[in-house]
């Protein structure tokens, strides 16, 4: 491996000079919105001066910017109020949306970008390393005495305002360092959200100081792997968790990437773990409970009528609302069984007061206590909740302004939702669901699925197809969703992601009728340097190549 890199970044100088004299159009993804190319390039002086007002809000952006560049390129980078010599020049525009800009490159003038908002001038910058070499956009240091990008015109801004990935680590750990490795692609492709699925039948993964035996019982189980079919467990005790500090530090970490970080405490299915910290919460306290070891659906679920399950989820929520500035909380409601409800006097009984024979609508009426609750909260600590579609066949004018994120039968989901009111987001199960095979090729790693959730199935997804304009504008965007029952190392999941979250990427950034595959699969092709600059893995089959 050492060797590759070595040889790779003796060639790189050499590709550097030859987009220099040919001028290769370079390839951006995800697609700007409005992008022309224009036959000259701009090169770039040994000395880079930015100007950049100094009190501007968009002067931090700039400096994260700056430190970046001129360790990949060697060049001396300079922030400057005022230079007639000025290599990039960044101004305000007011008249530009939040995540919208514009970028100019001229061959005589240098490069001149334009936002109203930082994440804005974020973009920008991530557009403009994708013109140079990736080893800019990999912060790889390659020597080279004549940096030179392609002139172009840009206008740009995101077709959505939810591009978003989920992690599930409720099933398997990986740690701060591979989650920021996460957020890296993420903001490599101009993605904004991370669902960040935190709690699971299989492990609780986030310290809250008011129930420590959610972490000390609950994090742990006696198998890493997670048996299926003819797969068995392994007996290792396995876990792990993140402290409330490192939770801090990674929030700090996205948004320093225009990143938000919504989390999810899945409630009140999927939710063995925790009750194996705490029994009293179940339906039935005095039997036995364990962090699962297994995979499917767990009918031992939250007791919703117990007044003590209420005040639990309020102090989840309290400290919740404390490390996660985001103004929205993902409170599950997927795949959660009635079976232990409808044996429980306590659930019975609120039945009854309810009104209803329908025992779905507990779970709704539940949801109703936590949202009430939050209101009543300052105006800083409110917070909008999000649930998966299932919730759509409780009571859902329990549901307030709830949002729904639509992933089995996501198109008639999403439908619904926004008939009823709701805002949607769009997470289909088929072909969003990127832990799944990339391929049928035998070689392929243990996953779900049959291999038919490639690069080009995935990208071939079209968001909102046929909806109506009235409609639409209750779609928020789009999600990638990642579980992990069979992605156990670092390693895989990077491989399952890759390239498939950018196919995602584009689908939530650039106006439909720019999407083509071909195009975009000849835009990527260069980012597989990327990766390897990076050390990602990542799948290859789009180009033919082995696992």
């Not at 000025?86 to 305000?92: E, L, N, P, Y």
């Not at 990143?259 to 194996?276: K, R, S």
Request: glycine share 6%.
């Amino acid at each position: 491996m050492k060797l590759r890199h070595l040889l790779l970044l003796l060639l790189l100088p050499t590709a550097i000079l030859l987009q220099a004299r040919k001028m290769i159009r370079p390839s951006i993804v995800p697609l700007p919105a409005v992008i022309e190319w224009h036959n000259a390039n701009y090169v770039f002086p040994q000395d880079v001066h930015i100007v950049c007002p100094t009190a501007d809000s968009l002067r931090s952006v700039v400096e994260r910017f700056s430190a970046s560049f001129a360790k990949s390129t060697g060049l001396n980078v300079k922030i400057v109020r005022s230079s007639k010599k000025a290599a990039i020049r960044i101004t305000h525009d007011a008249t530009l949306g939040a995540e919208a800009y514009r970028l100019n490159v001229s061959a005589t003038d240098g490069v001149s970008i334009a936002a109203a908002r930082p994440a804005g001038l974020f973009y920008a910058l991530q557009s403009l390393k994708q013109l140079f070499p990736r080893n800019v956009m990999a912060e790889v240091p390659v020597a080279n005495d004549r940096w030179s990008i392609r002139a172009v015109s840009i206008e740009d801004a995101p077709r959505y305002g939810w591009r978003g990935f989920m992690l599930d680590e409720g099933r398997h750990f990986f740690g701060k360092e591979e989650v920021k490795r996460v957020l890296d692609i993420m903001a490599t492709y101009k993605m904004n959200r991370f669902h960040w699925h935190l709690t699971e039948d299989q492990g609780w993964r986030i310290e809250i100081k008011k129930y420590p035996r959610l972490t000390s019982v609950g994090a742990w189980r006696e198998s890493k792997v997670l048996p299926w079919g003819d797969v068995p467990r392994d007996h290792q005790h396995y876990g792990g968790f993140y402290t409330q500090d490192d939770i801090r530090e990674i929030v700090q970490y996205a948004r320093e990437r225009f990143i938000e970080i919504m989390p999810e405490i899945d409630m009140p299915g999927h939710f063995q773990a925790a009750l194996a910290a705490y029994p009293e919460l179940s339906c039935d306290p005095d039997a036995k409970h364990e962090v699962w070891v297994g995979q499917g659906v767990s009918a031992d679920v939250m007791n919703v009528a117990s007044p003590q399950a209420l005040q639990f989820t309020k102090d989840v929520v309290d400290e919740l609302i404390s490390l996660f500035p985001f103004n929205y909380l993902h409170l599950g409601g997927d795949e959660c069984p009635t079976y232990k409800w409808e044996r429980n006097d306590l659930c019975k009984k609120r039945l009854t007061e309810i009104g209803s024979t329908n025992f779905r609508d507990l779970q709704t009426d539940f949801y109703k206590k936590i949202s009430d609750y939050i209101a009543t909260k300052p105006q800083s600590e409110q917070r909008r909740l999000i649930f998966w579609n299932e919730v759509l066949h409780g009571n859902t004018a329990a549901l307030g302004n709830a949002t729904i994120m639509a992933w089995i039968g996501a198109d008639g989901a999403a439908k619904e939702a926004a008939r009823r009111g709701f805002d949607a987001i769009l997470t289909p199960q088929i072909p969003y669901y990127i832990n799944r095979k990339q391929s049928a090729d035998p070689a392929e790693p243990l996953s779900q699925g049959h291999g038919t959730e490639s690069l080009e199935a995935v990208y071939n997804y079209v968001p909102a197809k046929g909806v109506s304009p009235d409609l639409q504008t209750r779609y928020l965007g789009v999600q990638a969703n990642f579980w992990t029952e069979w992605v156990e190392e670092a390693w895989h999941l990077e491989y399952l992601l890759l390239p498939r979250l950018a196919a995602v990427a584009e689908a939530g950034w650039t106006p439909q009728e720019h999407r083509h595959y071909p195009d975009f699969l000849h835009r990527l092709t260069p980012d597989r340097e990327l990766y390897f600059l990076r050390g990602y893995a990542y799948g290859r089959h789009a180009w033919g190549d082995n696992p």
